[in-house]
């Protein structure tokens, strides 16, 4: 079974970045589009990026749009997220989710999750 798997998160300072990436062994990424998804202690799940398979298609929340960049190397079998100018708002645990594009890029989103990695912004 796919089992995808973040990396990358950390502590941050405002204004600072992290690359997150989504990777998965055994099974070949491309044929699935790629999700990210964060949630804040006591908030509901939110829907961050999307990209498909080919990486031709990709979608943004609005409070990330001009800061975050969603992107895939197929070869490497790995799908980043590219995280600038991070707020403290940005707090949370990312996942990735492997899925039909319909659906990892909806709110209510069906497919293969990986276990998260924290990314916390502060000074």
């Known amino acids: 079974q796919l089992q995808p798997v973040e990396s990358g998160g950390g502590l941050v300072q405002p204004g600072g970045s992290l690359r997150l990436s989504c990777a998965a062994s055994?099974?070949?990424?491309?044929?699935?589009?790629i999700g990210w998804f964060r949630q804040a202690p006591g908030k509901e799940r939110e829907g961050v990026s999307c990209?498909?398979?080919?990486?031709?298609?990709?979608d943004y929340a609005d409070s990330v749009k001009g800061r975050f960049t969603i992107s895939r190397d197929n070869a490497k079998n790995t799908v980043y997220l590219q995280m600038n100018s991070l707020k403290p708002e940005d707090t949370a645990v990312y996942y990735c989710?492997?899925?039909?594009?319909?659906?990892?890029?909806?709110?209510?989103?069906?497919?293969?999750w990986g276990q998260g990695t924290q990314v916390t912004v502060s000074s």
């Open positions: 989710v492997a899925g039909p594009y319909s659906s990892v890029c909806s709110g209510a989103p069906q497919g293969y």
């Open positions: 990209i498909s398979g080919g990486g031709g298609s990709t």
């Open positions: 055994g099974f070949p990424l491309a044929i699935y589009a």
